[in-house]
């Protein structure tokens, strides 16, 4: 009752108090394992009153219980929990049935074994075949389904395994549920199976979280690691990992930090030369079957939006990042100087730990790495990842470069000195080999057939597979071969030579003269288990697994469609063979008792699960090891290093030498030991049998002009027409289009995908066979997006690039080139009202209108567009995003957004509205035959235009209304840059207000920079800087308005009708010719000079004339930002919408804005460092001094904070809200003013 109850650990002699304790009770606690205790308290965030909690009697971390067991605890009192481990006992199963121990898919083979040892460790057993066996239910053992043996090779012994066999097949029972096989008459049979789509699921599941397992440098902690399998984070104390040092010259200057990356095996070493084997068979996992990689396996990186097979792969690259040094090479390994045996957990080892020096295999096995990863990180959605895409890229360029500058350290042989373990080198003509699978992950990564195609084209025959005609499971073959199939996805690849290793496949896979022709092997039923292979040697499961994979390579690349229902049946077999069919009926992956799979390794050789340790066995210590390790399997070159013999695995038919167990003096490794090459090959092979779409991405569907409509749509069968994708693709997904010039009109049949071009490769969209419309058109869809195009080439009346038009939404075109799109394919054709040409064009047709259009980053050129315009937002459209675009070289206007053109049948509706045009660039939108802008708002509202240049163009920007009795309103125009534009840098207004336009309201221009407009000679030259027409409640303030024309005007305001409510002020003006001579005019009455100006109108009462002091304006393009001495500095306005310049510059960066474009002065941009010295961290690339004034800008504006790590001064400091500044102890900031 007094709060004061706690727990003590103690020998009966001392005791010490638990770092969890504090003023709440805390009693009653029961040891779960090691380090953990539960225990009740009152500590708050429970649900009242004690509650259940586990805590770590070493670090003081708590967890409530709650996280683990949902609704253990309750509003009222938990005073005890104990915990109580049992194992699960094993199925009363014969011995002499195999099967799939976890099940099989509905509608694929099924075949259990039945198995009489005629010969090896068993062959006093026998067992005979009945004459009938039925499928039970493992619930109440009802019958569903009778089978009768079929005997294998009419009773012959299997050489394999010295059993005689007979198949079990039921694949024509295909219903869902849980499952045992008994002979007729019998209760005992199989171990347990089930019958489900998704019954791999959990399997590779576990087989996947086993690289968490084996991370370097991290610690196990719950939630991410199970209670069972916890250690903190290893191989980070003196002179490991964090401190690593070259081995033949360990001294402090060779330090590096090598740490992360996998444990390569059941020890803790790291090697290049095995971590290449299982990245790139996790990469093709990942490729070959994209949908089935969950966000959920329980990793700490969960819940990221990526896939966690990526993000496991993430932390083996980050780790060979590591490796690679500054001239492209990588270092050979990181591993223990010596070896006492294995050491449990792996935290447990304090060994010194160095590294190898750089090696040429492990450049080239790190190179082909690196592309392959790169190809695949840069085509996922998330721009950090992108990112991370483009830094492997260059490491893979930077080792290729080493590659190529260094022939005469190639091959390498690398010595092993200083150390004990594995060299892990690579004999010559396997880094030869891998050069040649290198070049052809870098010619699917940049299109660089000099230098990529050439070398592959000339080395590809220099591979095993063409040397041997054979399929080879050895010498990184399975990943050569792999990289040989590669390359027929680029469209760059030479044809003849994608015949050409298809062709020698194919024949591989049934040369009677070679060891291994698998094809050969299945169609004779030469194995009884239905694993073909030839021999059982050290790491066999890998090799088995290549085997299936030899069979999936087949039907992923299409080399033999028809029969791609056997190639998958085949291989199955291994799967199933890894599961449990097998002579000793064992699931060859550790520990799955916790997803019913029966029989799993018990125990294997790891560092970690030390025999003899907690996690040694699951039948015999506390926790067993953990849940999903694939062994090495059965090894028939197996010797004891002892006087005597082990059978099993000695003596003993090929695939019955094996046996569980783990043992140091027994050498077990050759046998039980786990790798991380052995896992990814079963993951590899097992991921090709999942169907559950989990993953967190959208589908991915891939076109080329080398592929064809009747294929799937996958990366190594694509699709062959931009249009048949955008109308087959699934809602949601993403069309990725690979190089080359597609001859073809789309129509978009689908709502919902990503079109976009394939790791930025040159896409172009030809409409020279299009007579009619749009090379793309968009009609009543909804989140449609086109990325990265050049569209070209569509020549007729009316013609378009891009049509949007209906009841659109979410829709995005970005980054893509459209030019050439004419209304005649002759350049000298007049036009006139009815010759039109729209590149990119978006009609609001509907009564509903359409939303969230968005145009960014496009480049719009070279187009004669007759009456109409280069990107057009026209009618019924609500919300929409015109942004970074580059719009130039166009026969009329450039950008417009329109209103009252009866686009839309309910005139209520017909405006384009709510809307940004920004950060946008136009230039030569020239018509000879109207007075064009590069920018033009004709009778639109609600719309800002904001930090845009415009010049060349006949006007500038324009803000208008061509319909009588119709306005444009709610235009902002601000932060532009506007400069020699052929007329008026702005015009505003209804021309020919009201019996001829409509007119303008409600529209504010300021803080933009207009600069020698007016640029025409001859009879149409007159013109000024801003000419306005008939306009209510406009204004126009915190301008610059530098004119140079000799007509010596700076503003035009004429009309049929005086402008009403219409306000000048608080401008900059200048022109050359002084202050008492330029001129302005209002409602046909001149002024000459600006003081008459003023005085005669009432405008401008607040503004002045002065040279604004722009920074070079005699350059092209002319420099209009300020320089020190300008007027325009803190002489503006504030406004609340005002919060950054033409640049991006916040502002104001002092006390008021400066007017004009563009805000001066010094501001922290923290793009380096913290560091306030450094000058790469500031605006101007220079520290600012004594005289300066600087300003801090918000958080969001910059990566890094600043910090006064050494004395400064300046004049002024501004400081906004939210931001930080450090000034370190014993450090002064000075600030003067």
């Given at each position: ?491 760059f690849a030479t044809s003849s030579v994608v015949t050409d290793i298809q062709d020698k496949y194919m024949e591989s896979m049934t040369n009677e003269y070679s060891d291994f022709p698998p094809l050969n092997m299945y169609n004779d039923s030469t194995d009884a288990y239905r694993a073909y292979l030839y021999d059982a040697n050290w790491g066999s499961n890998s090799y088995k697994s290549y085997g299936g994979s030899s069979f999936s390579n087949i039907w992923v690349y299409g080399f033999d469609v028809a029969n791609n229902d056997n190639h998958k049946d085949a291989a199955q077999g ?357 007075a064009n802008a590069g920018i033009y708002i004709d009778g639109a509202k609600d719309i800002v235009i904001e930090r845009n240049t415009c010049y060349r163009n006949i006007w500038g920007i324009e803000i208008g209304c061509e319909h009588s009795g119709k306005s444009a309103s709610g235009i902002t125009v601000k932060n532009n840059v506007i400069y020699r534009n052929a007329k008026a840098g702005i015009a505003l207004g209804g021309y020919d207000y009201p019996s001829g336009s409509g007119k303008v309201i409600d529209t504010y221009i300021y803080n933009n920079s207009l600069f020698d ?221």
């Open positions: 009752n007094n709060h004061e109850d706690q727990i003590y650990l103690g020998d009966g002699t001392t005791s010490t108090k638990l770092p969890f304790n504090d003023e709440y009770d805390y009693s009653d606690g029961f040891f779960v394992r090691d380090n953990y205790i539960f225990f009740p308290s009152t500590r708050p965030g429970g649900k009242g009153g004690y509650d259940l909690y586990v805590g770590d009697i070493n670090t003081g971390d708590v967890w409530s219980l709650e996280q683990y067991f949902a609704g253990i605890n309750t509003s009222k009192e938990e005073l005890a929990a104990s915990y109580s481990f049992y194992k699960k006992t094993k199925s009363a199963a014969i011995k002499y049935i195999a099967l799939d121990n976890i099940g099989y898919r509905p509608d694929d083979g099924k075949i259990a074994i039945l198995r009489d040892p005629v010969t090896g460790y068993d062959s006093g057993e026998s067992y005979n075949a009945g004459s009938s066996y039925q499928i039970k239910k493992v619930s109440d053992s009802t019958v569903v389904f009778t089978i009768t043996p079929e005997e294998w090779k009419n009773g012959s012994t299997h050489d394999q395994s010295g059993d005689k066999v007979w198949w079990l097949n039921f694949t024509g029972f295909t219903t869902p549920g849980d499952y045992f096989i008994a002979e007729t008459g019998k209760d005992t049979g199989s171990y347990a199976f089930s019958i489900d789509e998704n019954v791999y699921d959990d399997i590779l599941k576990e087989a996947m979280r086993t690289f968490y397992y084996q991370r370097c440098g991290i610690a196990k902690e719950i939630p991410y690691a199970s209670s069972n399998w916890t250690d903190v984070a290893c191989h980070l104390d003196t002179e490991q990992d964090l401190d690593c040092r070259l081995v033949t010259d360990p001294v402090a200057s060779t330090s590096k930090d090598l740490s992360g990356g996998w444990h390569d095996a059941g020890d803790y070493n790291k090697y290049i030369n095995y971590a290449d084997i299982a990245v790139h068979d996790l990469l093709s996992a990942f490729e070959e079957n994209p949908k089935i990689w969950g966000d959920d396996y329980d990793l700490p990186e969960s819940g990221n939006g990526i896939p966690d097979i990526l993000d496991e792969i993430k932390w083996e690259l980050d780790w060979m990042l590591k490796m690679q040094t500054d001239d492209g090479s990588v270092l050979h390994k990181v591993s223990s100087i010596n070896w006492d045996g294995p050491t449990c957990p792996p935290s447990s080892e304090k060994t010194v730990r160095r590294y190898a020096p750089a090696t040429a295999s492990a450049t080239i096995n790190s190179c082909g790495v690196f592309a392959h990863a790169a190809i695949v990180f840069k085509s996922l959605p998330d721009e950090k990842l992108k990112a991370y895409g483009d830094t492997l890229q260059t490491a893979a360029l930077n080792a290729w470069n080493w590659i190529d500058t260094h022939p005469g350290d190639i091959p390498s042989n690398y010595d092993n000195a200083g150390f004990v373990n594995a060299a892990a080198e690579d004999d010559s003509y396997t880094q030869y080999a891998n050069i040649t699978a290198a070049s052809s992950y870098l010619l699917v990564l940049t299109g660089d057939t000099t230098t990529y195609r050439t070398y592959f084209d000339d080395h590809y025959q220099d591979t095993h597979l063409f040397q041997w005609t054979a399929i080879s499971v050895y010498f990184k073959d399975p990943q050569i071969n792999e990289a040989l199939f590669y390359y027929s996805i680029s469209p291994y799967v199933h063979y890894f599961h449990g069919t097998n002579p000793f009926r064992q699931l060859y992956l550790s520990n799955l008792d916790n997803i019913n799979g029966e029989n799993s390794v018990p125990e294997f050789y790891h560092g970690w699960f030390e025999d003899g340790s907690g996690y040694d066995n699951i039948d015999t210590s506390l926790y067993g090891p953990a849940p999903g390790y694939l062994v090495g399997g059965p090894n028939e070159y197996y010797v004891s290093p002892g006087s005597g013999t082990i059978e099993p695995p000695e003596n003993q038919p090929k695939i019955k030498s094996y046996k569980n167990w783990n043992s140091v003096e027994d050498h077990s490794w050759e046998i039980t030991e786990n790798q991380d090459l052995y896992q990814s090959a079963y993951i590899k092979l097992l991921a090709n049998f999942v169907s559950s779409p989990n993953s967190p991405l959208s589908d991915q569907y891939y076109v080329s002009t080398s592929g064809d409509n009747s294929n799937p749509g996958t990366l190594q069968l694509p699709w062959r027409d931009i249009d048949y994708a955008c109308n087959n693709a699934t809602s949601g997904s993403t069309i990725n289009v690979m190089q080359g010039t597609y001859y073809e009109q789309i129509s978009v049949g689908v709502d919902s995908i990503t079109v976009q071009n394939y790791l930025g490769q040159a896409v172009v969209i030809d409409g020279t066979n299009i007579t009619s419309g749009a090379i793309i058109e968009i009609y009543n869809r909804k989140g449609i997006t086109f990325d990265g195009f050049e569209l070209q080439n569509n020549i007729h009346n009316d013609a378009q690039g891009i049509l949007v038009d209906g009841e659109c939404h979410d829709i995005m075109i970005k980054n893509c080139k459209i030019h050439d799109i004419h209304f005649s394919n002759n350049p000298n054709d007049p036009a006139n009202s009815n010759t039109n040409a729209q590149p990119l064009i978006v009609f609001g047709s509907s009564t509903i209108p359409s939303t969230n259009i968005n145009v960014y980053g496009n480049e719009i050129y070279d187009s004669r567009v007759g009456y109409s315009e280069a990107l057009a937002i026209n009618g019924n459209i609500d919300t929409f995003e015109i942004v970074n675009n580059s719009v130039h070289d166009i026969t009329n206007i450039g950008i417009v957004m329109i209103g009252h053109e009866q686009t839309c049948s309910d005139p209520a509706l017909d405006q384009a509205r709510n809307g940004i045009c920004k950060e946008n660039i136009t230039y030569k939108c020239s018509s000879p035959y109207a407009n007016d640029t025409l000679t001859g009879p149409d030259s007159y013109d000024p800087e801003i000419n306005i027409s008939y306009a209510e409640n406009c204004w126009i303030k915190n301008n610059i308005i530098y004119g140079t024309n000799s007509d010596n005007i700076l503003v035009i305001q004429n009309s049929n009708t005086a402008p009403v409510n219409m306000v000048l002020d608080s401008n900059i003006y200048y022109h050359p010719v002084g202050t008492n001579d330029v001129e302005f005019e209002w409602q046909n009455s001149s002024y000459q000079g600006f003081a008459n100006w003023q005085s005669g109108t009432g405008q401008d009462a607040n503004s002045i004339f002065d040279n604004p002091d722009f920074i070079d304006i005699s350059s092209f393009p002319p420099d209009l930002h300020l320089t020190s001495t300008s007027p325009a500095i803190e002489a503006g306005s504030n406004y609340s919408d005002l919060t950054v310049d033409r640049d991006s510059v916040w502002r104001p960066l002092l006390a008021k804005v400066d007017k004009g474009a563009y805000e001066y002065g010094i501001y922290w941009t923290g793009q380096v460092s913290n560091d306030w010295h450094t000058a790469g961290n500031w605006s101007g690339n220079a520290v600012p001094g004594s005289t300066d004034n600087v300003t801090i800008p918000p958080p969001e504006f910059y990566e890094y904070y600043p910090e006064v790590n050494s004395n400064a001064q300046v004049n002024k400091i501004y400081l906004y809200e939210n931001s930080k500044l450090i000034v370190k102890p014993g450090v002064n900031l000075s600030i003067s003013n």
